[in-house]
């Protein structure tokens, strides 16, 4: 099993030092805020991923309900990777808000992934799927119409 860290600007500051000596495999960061702008410690994290040499990948919590919308949130992110020279980069398209994403339906909500999907593997990048249990049990997708994409179930525990 390999351990990994999800972080945001939520946490504030990492001691990215603590997180590899605690040996950490990788990190996925949060790209973009629901504004638009980048994660406030997206910059630091990469850094800090970068200097003790921790594997890096991106998520993005979707607040899409059209296509569209879907697109405009993949491009922000392609445009975040780039500018900061990241290649290859894992995506993972967090789907688990309850009050915009639940409400679409199984048909809408396919649709608005599958629209930022190929704009992010047309950009270069792999794509991934990043879903509460919740959702994965309350099937708020077509979760086939992705056979082959990787799957990130997330249980949180209290």
Same mark, same amino acid.
């Given at each position: 099993?390999?351990?990994?860290?999800? #972080?945001?600007?939520?946490?504030?500051?990492?001691?990215?030092?603590? #997180?590899?000596?605690?040996? #950490?495999?990788?990190?996925?960061?949060?790209? #973009?805020?629901?504004?638009?702008?980048?994660?406030?410690?997206?910059?630091?994290?990469?850094? /800090?991923?970068?200097?003790?040499?921790?594997?890096?990948?991106?998520?993005?919590?979707?607040?899409?309900?059209?296509?569209?919308? =879907?697109?405009?949130?993949?491009?922000?992110?392609?445009?975040?990777?780039?500018?900061?020279?990241?290649?290859?980069?894992?995506? $993972?398209?967090?789907?688990?808000?309850?009050?915009?994403?639940?409400?679409?339906?199984?048909?809408?909500?396919?649709?608005?992934?599958? =629209?930022?999907?190929?704009?992010?593997?047309?950009?270069?990048?792999?794509?991934?799927?990043?879903?509460?249990?919740?959702?994965?049990?309350?099937? $708020?997708?077509?979760?086939?119409?992705?056979? /082959?994409?990787?799957?990130?179930?997330?249980?949180?525990?209290?």
């Amino acid at each position: 099993m390999w351990k990994g860290i999800d #972080v945001s600007d939520n946490q504030g500051v990492i001691d990215w030092e603590q #997180v590899a000596a605690a040996k #950490v495999a990788f990190a996925i960061l949060r790209s #973009v805020r629901r504004s638009g702008k980048a994660d406030h410690q997206f910059d630091a994290n990469l850094e /800090g991923c970068r200097e003790c040499s921790i594997p890096v990948s991106v998520y993005k919590y979707t607040y899409a309900t059209t296509p569209e919308a =879907a697109r405009q949130e993949a491009q922000q992110v392609v445009e975040l990777l780039r500018s900061h020279h990241l290649t290859g980069t894992m995506v $993972w398209w967090d789907v688990e808000d309850k009050d915009m994403l639940r409400p679409l339906g199984a048909t809408k909500l396919t649709e608005c992934i599958r =629209a930022a999907q190929e704009v992010i593997m047309a950009a270069g990048y792999s794509f991934g799927l990043y879903v509460g249990l919740y959702v994965y049990k309350e099937n $708020w997708f077509d979760f086939g119409a992705f056979s /082959g994409t990787r799957l990130w179930v997330a249980r949180y525990y209290k």
